[in-house]
T-cell receptor
Framework: GEDVEQSLFLSVREGDSSVINCTYT??????LYWYKQEPGAGLQLLTY?????DMKQDQRLTVLLNKKDKHLSLRIADTQTGDSAIYFC???????????FGSGTQLTVLP | DTGVSQDPRHKITKRGQNVTFRCDPI?????LYWYRQTLGQGPEFLTY????????KSRLLSDRFSAERPKGSFSTLEIQRTEQGDSAMYLC????????????FGEGSWLTVV
């Protein structure tokens, strides 16, 4: 079956780098996504990576994909207090390319 | 850029009542999705439209739930005879069929059944 797993919590100091990890199961996923959710809000698309790529960089965000191990990570450089939120990893599945999400990682940035 | 718009943002209803949520997708997007999110969990797929056709429904979508997209633009999600277990955030999302098919979400509609 489909299952996306993430660690539940991560705490970092302001200015440090954060690395959020995710494992997925569907090897046929064409795209993998990272979304950010602040309290009471919807999901904000942060970035995505196509399955034939190993890495994608977008300003402070770096996504690494290891297809062999079905492992995805999101690195946030120079983490700020405004980055405190829940981060969801998602894989695309099915003909409609609907998303299967992990349970989210709560990132807390300490001053 | 108006993004995905959902209405109402919050709804409190008594058990047994019917509720309806509306979603306006990004204007050129032909795919529309509904997801449900409960506290502490990631969103779960409910159903998907391509234009006006409802092409896929999750087993989570019980008979009390019905979704429509009559003209291939906005969509409604109706929950009949609400139960306390229906309390959740209902998220709408849209995408293009072509290209990366990146899925953009609205701000969600919170439902509390009392």
């Amino acid at each position: 079956g489909e299952d996306v797993e993430q660690s539940l919590f991560l705490s970092v100091r302001e200015g440090d780098s954060s690395v959020i990890n995710c494992t997925y199961t569907d090897s046929s996923s064409t795209y993998l996504y990272w979304y950010k959710q602040e309290p009471g809000a919807g999901l904000q698309l942060l970035t995505y990576i196509f399955s034939n790529m190993d890495m994608k960089q977008d300003q402070r965000l770096t996504v690494l994909l290891n297809k062999k191990d079905k492992h995805l990570s999101l690195r946030i450089a120079d983490t700020q207090t405004g980055d405190s939120a829940i981060y969801f990893c998602a894989e695309t599945t099915g003909s409609a390319r609907q998303l299967t999400f992990g349970s989210g990682t709560q990132l807390t940035v300490l001053p | 850029d108006t993004g995905v718009s959902q209405d109402p943002r919050h709804k409190i209803t008594k058990r047994g009542q019917n509720v309806t949520f509306r979603c306006d997708p990004i204007s050129e997007h032909n795919r529309l999705y509904w997801y449900r999110q409960t506290l502490g969990q990631g969103p779960e797929f409910l159903t998907y439209f391509q234009n006006e056709a409802q092409l896929e429904k999750s087993r989570l979508l019980s008979d009390r739930f019905s979704a429509e997209r009559p003209k291939g633009s906005f969509s409604t999600l109706e929950i009949q005879r609400t139960e306390q277990g229906d309390s959740a955030m209902y998220l709408c999302a849209s995408s293009l069929e072509t290209g990366s098919g990146t899925i953009y979400f609205g701000e969600g509609s919170w439902l509390t059944v009392v």
